[in-house]
């Protein structure tokens, strides 16, 4: 019997192994187990994106398990490349990735999906010059970033693995080395483009895989370089705008690196033209602001008003930092609920967020505002005071040592803002500040027991205006101004202007002739005095008379122009409201006070600014005149140590 099962056993096995090497032979005869998709399986897909038909089918064939993530994008790529991503067929790629029947094989769709939207991408990119004037196609580029964002972006429901964002991230790579002209953020583009530029920019950072030289792997992606290189690598912050000139990044990261608050939560800062749909990033929040004029803020949009000159920053970077100063009191306010109902007992939010970027851009001269404020009576701004340095606080270090808490505030300075400190800051039960120690001088907020603000005082005295440096006298519009010695009279259009012992003189223009003049000892004089500029043009006039009507004058100015660098340009007026340039224009120095002397005899003028010299000679009608200060509308000059002598 033994025998007999031995022999039957060893039939059974002689069979299975026949049956194995026939097995082994039919297998090495046939394909590996995955093919490419015909021609008209692939002219299918084609046929059915472009016609937003039978989502189902087309997400079928490109999950096929037999297909590899090159083939599945390469027929994505056919599918997208040539016709346009307009919003139906937007709607119908978010459906084909995250329906409800795509969740198992959803890691292939996205991967797939994202290399055929690069693909279009760069079909549109490939007429780059073009883009700016035609704004469909970059309409639909933005549409292609944004679904590709989606896709890196999907919460961990959606099963996008971390092998699916890691081929994202290589596909993008590869997608900025074709088009880096345009996608390197280095790159000068337009505005508009900037900011579609941003959105893939982000995608590409949020699908870089999270290890630890994530920023750096980032960077080498973006193809980044010296400063927004080094803010990203060091702070975790992606800035991005137009490209070109580092100065705008420059002048940020001072900024980002005081207000921590803001950093915490914004992954990208964008400066470029707001879009229809807000951008979006995976790991935070976008801080988007417009890219505004270079021009520095004018007297008329300073949210330091009258009380103090506003200091020297340009638009943009002003409502940057407003919204950086927004995203930080934002989540202050999130996690400090007490404070919160401080701050809306006080007014809102806004007079604080506001407050908040007053004190990142110029500490000295907020302190300042909101004293000469209280003084004549208004409470809030000193309210709006103590809850911004309290939401401030909230992201400061722990206090210890003898500073205690501190919170990093700004200074206004030539290089556009350096970085000082607030210490011993004490806070209330709400969470708003009650003291502080700044410039060697504590500043204490008093309430009462309804949180009003009852007093400021400083170095334990009540404020005065006497212990403010840097606030300017009420101006006012008038026909005339006489104090400290000096007499003014109106020359030409609406200006308002104050005048103080120095003597010191401040002139606001809302027109381009507002102007106000002083008798002149004579037809040969030498002026003197130092200029303060703000907001735009402004300057001394020299041989100055009435013109044809209220609206101008005739004489010789020399106006300084705000900016990087300032510049002094040299006019003569005919008195009807022309102007033109008498000499070249030059650049100044950049510092905030500026030495001025104009000489003026017979027919020649010499202006001095700095060390830059303006010359010209006049023609008869410049013979005589009175000396004069003007400003352009929006912008402020202060003339201090004001000298005028007769040749």
Do not use: C
């Amino acid at each position: 019997m033994r025998g007999y099962l031995n022999g039957a056993m060893r039939g059974s096995y002689g069979k299975r192994a026949a049956f194995a090497i026939v097995a082994a032979a039919w297998l090495a005869s046939v394909p590996t187990a995955h093919a490419s998709l015909t021609a008209s399986e692939a002219e299918q897909v084609r046929y059915e994106v472009s016609k937003l038909a039978n989502v189902a089918h087309v997400r079928s064939v490109i999950a096929r398990p037999d297909l590899t993530s090159e083939e599945a994008g390469a027929v994505m790529a056919g599918a997208l490349a040539s016709g346009p991503l307009d919003g139906p067929h937007a709607e119908y790629i978010q459906e084909l990735v995250f329906g409800s029947a795509s969740a198992a094989s959803r890691p292939t769709l996205a991967v797939a999906v994202v290399r055929g939207l690069l693909a279009r991408a760069d079909a549109l990119l490939a007429h780059g010059g073009s883009l700016d004037r035609n704004g469909e196609p970059l309409a639909e580029l933005a549409r292609v970033y944004a679904l590709v964002e989606d896709v890196v972006a999907a919460d961990p429901q959606s099963n996008i693995t971390d092998s699916a964002r890691t081929e994202v991230a290589r596909a993008l790579t590869e997608h900025f080395a074709r088009n880096a002209g345009v996608l390197r953020p280095d790159e000068k583009v337009s505005p508009a483009l900037a900011t579609v530029r941003a959105q893939a920019a982000i995608a590409l950072f949020d699908a870089t895989p999270d290890a630890p030289g994530r920023r750096v792997d980032a960077a080498k992606s973006l193809g980044l370089t010296g400063p927004r290189r080094a803010a990203l690598i060091e702070l975790g912050t992606l800035i991005l705008d137009e490209g070109g000139s580092d100065a705008r990044v420059v002048a940020l990261r001072p900024l980002l690196e005081r207000v921590p608050g803001a950093r915490e939560s914004a992954e990208a800062v964008v400066v470029g033209q707001r879009p229809a749909s807000p951008l979006r990033a995976r790991n935070g929040s976008v801080v988007m602001v417009d890219a505004a004029s270079g021009a520095a803020v004018s007297e008329a949009r300073s949210p330091w008003g009258n009380e103090v000159a506003p200091p020297t920053i340009d638009e943009a970077t002003l409502a940057l930092v407003h919204d950086l100063a927004s995203a930080a009191v934002k989540r202050a306010l999130d996690r400090r609920p007490q404070l919160r109902a401080a701050v809306e007992h006080d007014g809102g939010e806004a007079g604080v967020t506001n407050m908040a970027a007053m004190l990142e851009v110029d500490a000295e001269g907020t302190l300042d505002a909101a004293a000469a404020r209280l003084i004549a009576g208004k409470r809030e701004s000193v309210a709006w005071l103590s809850d911004a340095i309290g939401a401030l606080a909230v992201f400061a270090p722990v206090a210890k040592g003898a500073d205690g808490l501190t919170v990093r505030l700004g200074r206004a300075d030539a290089s556009g803002g350096s970085t000082v400190r607030a210490t011993r800051v004490s806070l209330d039960a709400a969470g708003s500040a009650s003291a502080l120690l700044f410039d060697a001088h504590t500043w204490r907020i008093a309430r009462d027991s309804k949180g009003m603000v009852t007093g400021l005082s400083r170095d334990a005295a009540p404020v005065t205006a006497k212990m403010l440096p840097n606030t300017r006298p009420a101006a006012e519009q008038a026909t005339s101004w006489s104090a400290a010695g000096l007499v003014f009279a109106r020359l030409a259009g609406s200006p308002r202007a104050a005048i103080v012992a120095g003597p010191r003189v401040w002139v606001y223009g809302s027109g381009t002739s507002d102007a106000i003049a002083a008798p002149s000892p004579g037809d040969d004089v030498a002026v003197e005095a130092d200029l303060r500029v703000h907001g735009g043009p402004a300057g001394i006039v020299v041989r100055a008379v009435p013109g044809s009507s209220s609206r101008g004058f005739r004489g010789v100015s020399l106006l300084i122009v705000p900016g990087t660098p300032p510049r002094a340009a040299l006019l003569t007026g005919d008195g009807a409201g022309a102007e033109i340039a008498a000499a070249g224009v030059v650049d100044l120095a950049s510092t905030p006070l500026q030495h001025v002397r104009i000489v003026v005899k017979g027919r020649k003028v010499e202006a001095k600014v700095g060390g830059a010299t303006l010359e010209a000679a006049l023609p008869a009608a410049f013979d005589h005149g009175d000396v004069a200060l003007r400003a352009y509308p929006g912008a402020s000059v202060e003339a201090s140590a004001w000298k005028v002598q007769k040749q």
